[in-house]
């Protein structure tokens, strides 16, 4: 059983550390990061990695309650397998490439005034209906 909970463990590894976006920022004025390169995103590519994270975070919580009810291994593996190619093609089917978005969720974790920016994108989108 130890080598599932493992599985499972790093199953939802890969489903929440690309995927930092909707976290807020820990405030770090006392270690300055000048070594990151800044990369720069368009206001429309980071619309579409929004609507990819909130895709992929609905399907985690999808997945995950069956994850965690899979009688063996090789179940939770192929549930991995569906979900992993789920949050693929949601990504894709947002127009991101998945490079593109791993890119941005990437580029996030060491640039704090991009989190801020996808964060408001995340609460605009949140909060105004869809139409």
Do not use: C, W
Request: hydrophobic content about 40%; overall charge positive; proline content about 8%.
């Amino acid at each position: 059983m130890k080598p599932f909970a493992k599985f499972l463990t790093l199953f939802a590894l890969l489903l929440t550390v690309p995927f930092v976006a909707a976290q807020p920022a820990s405030p770090q004025a006392n270690a300055p990061k000048t070594s990151a390169p800044k990369v720069s995103f368009s206001e429309p590519q980071l619309k579409q990695f929004a609507d990819a994270y909130r895709s992929i975070v609905m399907l985690s919580r999808e997945y995950a309650p069956k994850l965690k009810a899979a009688a063996d291994i090789k179940e939770a593996e192929a549930l991995n397998k569906e979900a992993q190619g789920k949050m693929i093609a949601a990504i894709e089917k947002t127009g991101l490439s998945k490079s593109k978005y791993q890119e941005i969720a990437n580029s996030i974790k060491s640039n704090p005034a991009l989190l801020e920016k996808v964060n408001k994108i995340l609460q605009q989108t949140h909060t105004k209906p869809q139409q």
